[in-house]
């Protein structure tokens, strides 16, 4: 049995696969990792583990936590992969390819390998957007605050906007959640919309949109262009290239 991890800002998920069996989990982590990788560890399949590969973005002491938790719980050490300069076919624009975000870079070999040219929306802690052309190359992406990050700083960062939860649209809003629900919906859907016409100008216009991440089912809805969702795109990703490492 192999045991696939995606270690985001905000959330953990993972993949048990076992002869052709798939057992899926995720949770958010409060970068408290003990109950975390419990819980992860509570849902496996009794099989013996053979391999552990992690993809995360959540910095090397989370890595090092991580690591030193499922050792101990399972005697395996877990492996991670990292963004480089090029791999399957996809060329990393960084100048220090190390640096691109993992989940990006999974997605994006991911992406890349199932469609060619696509166009990668990652509704995460941070929303990113990448774009990888018919050649595979990475030509570069953009980061900016998700729902959860933006909702936060405005509770923070303002002393009377007190924010309920609850359904958002486009149209405008009639309280105080409301238009912070709407508002930051129509900021982010308008920014994803505008940079995908513009990107299937200079692609193709046919070109594959990808939305994953946790705050995709939200943003979607509101989506006039043509998308797939593939929630599972960054384990996905992560699978793959696990798959082809010695
Ligand atoms: N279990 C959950 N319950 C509610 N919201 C979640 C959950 N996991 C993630 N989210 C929301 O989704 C966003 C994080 O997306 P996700 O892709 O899961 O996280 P990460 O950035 O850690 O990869 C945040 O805005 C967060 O509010
Ligand atoms: C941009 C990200 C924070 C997104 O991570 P997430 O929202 O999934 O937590 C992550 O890809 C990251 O830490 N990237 C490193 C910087 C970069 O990609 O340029
Ligand atoms: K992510």
Redesign the pocket.
């Known amino acids: 049995m192999k045991l696939f991890i995606d270690i985001?800002?905000?959330a953990m998920k993972w993949r048990y696969t076992l002869n052709g069996g798939v057992v899926q989990g995720g949770c958010r982590h409060g970068r408290d990792w003990a109950p975390v990788v419990e819980l992860l560890l509570a849902g496996a399949p009794a099989q013996r583990l053979v391999s552990v590969w992690v993809a995360s973005?959540a910095g090397r002491e989370a890595d090092a936590e991580v690591t030193r938790l499922l050792l101990a719980a399972t005697g395996v050490q877990a492996r991670f992969y990292y963004s480089r300069a090029e791999h399957h076919g996809v060329t990393n624009c960084?100048p220090e390819p190390v640096?691109?975000?993992?989940?990006?870079w999974v997605a994006m070999i991911e992406g890349f390998r199932r469609f060619g040219p696509c166009i990668i929306v990652?509704c995460?802690?941070?929303l990113?957007i990448d774009a990888v052309d018919a050649h595979g190359h990475f030509m570069g992406g953009y980061?900016v605050p998700?729902l959860g990050m933006l909702r936060g700083a405005l509770l923070r960062d303002t002393a009377d906007v007190h924010i309920e939860p609850g359904a958002s649209s486009l149209g405008l809003g009639k309280s105080t959640g409301q238009c912070v629900h709407n508002g930051l919906l129509r900021m982010s859907v308008a920014f994803v919309t505008e940079v995908v016409v513009e990107l299937r100008q200079v692609l193709d216009d046919t070109c594959k949109v990808l939305v994953t991440?946790g705050d995709g089912p939200e943003l979607l809805e509101a989506f006039a262009f043509d998308f797939e969702h593939m929630p599972d795109l960054v384990l996905d990703g992560l699978e793959f290239v696990a798959g082809e490492e010695q």
């Open positions: 985001g800002n905000t973005v960084y640096r691109l975000g993992v989940d990006r990652d995460g802690s941070a990113t980061i998700g991440g």
